[in-house]
């Protein structure tokens, strides 16, 4: 006889193990549906976050600008090393450990918290009383019954037509992580968050990195004023080649190199690389999903539609994470699951989009949360800015990390935040500020008035608000 649950959760990333904690927690029977395998074949949950994203990256990135400090700039503190050397093979070791950890971690929080969970593919079949989901594994297929289905299935690469990704030669983010060897010239196809971060590990380890982009501008997203020194110390101090405006024409993969012919500046154009990342965007994945079988619907760019609480048209199914509108970020994936579990459980789950924080993890990191300068200025808003350097702050100059600034943007009349943009040291950690006191709906002075440790990077944050106000203290 097929299992009764109250909830199904098809996915679990962020969003969907998540969602199926927070709905067990809520007394809610839950089952989550996953089917990630590890390149060795084993059921790994997480989603792309754990195994192939978020944390892999960040692992990376942290291996990367150790070996970079130790070659570079351990010497200005009198530390020498003589013969600095890297290691690969440990580097993707301790990467593989830490997905490892967290990845099985998952499945001890399920049964902590009484979540069944089930490896295979989940396919909507039918809906009624009850939805059917089919769960097909690779001993067969098993189908159940749940009252409430969460899609949360993610999204995947996004393919560049005709340019086939074996991620050994040409990779999408599963191969860039997983590179055997510091490729000699690296192109990386997209510069984007991945091509960026992908672009600074690899570069960090000693490659050449190209990278090149459609869009004549850099960073669209960003705040202008961040993008454009972000761009001086990328190009000029990181090294890496950005090379903006290009149009791909053709990818061939030979035996000694990945030619790339491209436009560029009005003329055709030809690098060879070693290796090559693709690194242009991320499509939501409803494929083999039964979606017809429920009327559950997808807008023209394949995204399942919701309303502002994550329900589609059709009673008790939701989708949350990647597979909807909104940024692609584990973080709101993740704050999407907890919501919808629990309007599942007659709660008033919400998400407010406005304040979701954004992080480039690029050294200086990069991250921001609300409106940008560029966005006040189009939608006619009268604000005011502050902005502060690092370099004037004696923890930056401490840790020998000055580039960068927090720049903080307040309605002209009410002083109330409306934006706060950050290029420096841990602005990963220092964007949390700026998302409190916005969602608590704060102004630039009542940061300026708050005190904040001496000497901390959040001192640049406590000036960027005095600075609304055209007072700072040590500027
Ligand atoms: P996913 O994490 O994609 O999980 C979906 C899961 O559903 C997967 O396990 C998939 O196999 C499974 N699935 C799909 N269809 C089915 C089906 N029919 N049946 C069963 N299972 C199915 N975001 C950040 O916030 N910070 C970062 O630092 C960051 N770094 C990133 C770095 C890289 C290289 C990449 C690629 C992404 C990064 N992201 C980052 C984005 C982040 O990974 C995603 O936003 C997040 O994983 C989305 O979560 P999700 O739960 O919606 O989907
Ligand atoms: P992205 O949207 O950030 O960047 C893709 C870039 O590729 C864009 O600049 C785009 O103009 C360019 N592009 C598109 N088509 C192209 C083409 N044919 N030729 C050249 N350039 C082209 O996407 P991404 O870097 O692939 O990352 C996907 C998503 O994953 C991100 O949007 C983000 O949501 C998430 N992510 C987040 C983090 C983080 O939070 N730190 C890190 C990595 C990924």
Redesign the pocket.
Known sequence: MAKNFDVAV???????YIAAIRAAQLGLNTVC????ESVDGRPSLG???LN???IP??ALLESSENYERALHKFGEHGINIKDVSLDVATMLARKDKIVQQFTSGIGLLFKKNKVSSMH????LTGGGEAFQIEVKGKDGSETINAKNVVI????VPRQIPGVKVDNVSVCD?TGA?SLKEVPGRLGVIGAGV?GL?MGSVWKRLGSEVTILEALPTFLGAADEGIAKEAWRIFTKSVGLDIKLGSKIDAVKVGKKAISVQFEHEGASQKLDFDRLVIAVG?VP?TQ??GLESVGVKVDARGFVEVDERNRTAVANVYA????VRGP????K?SEEGVAVAETIAGQHGHVNLEHIPW?I?TSPEIAWVGRTEQQLKSDAVEYRSGQFPFIVSGRARALGETAGFVKMLADAQTDRILGVHILGPFASELISEAVVAMEFGATAEDIARIVHAHPSLSEAMHEAALGVDKRFLSL
Do not use: Q
């Open positions: 098809i996915g679990a990333g962020p969003g969907g549906i996953d089917e990630f989603g792309t976050c192939v994203g978020c990256s960040k295979g593919h989940g396919r949360a299935t993610g999204s983010n992580l991945i971060e991320r994945n083999d999903l949350i994470g990647d597979v692609m970020l584990a973080h994936s992080v993890y």
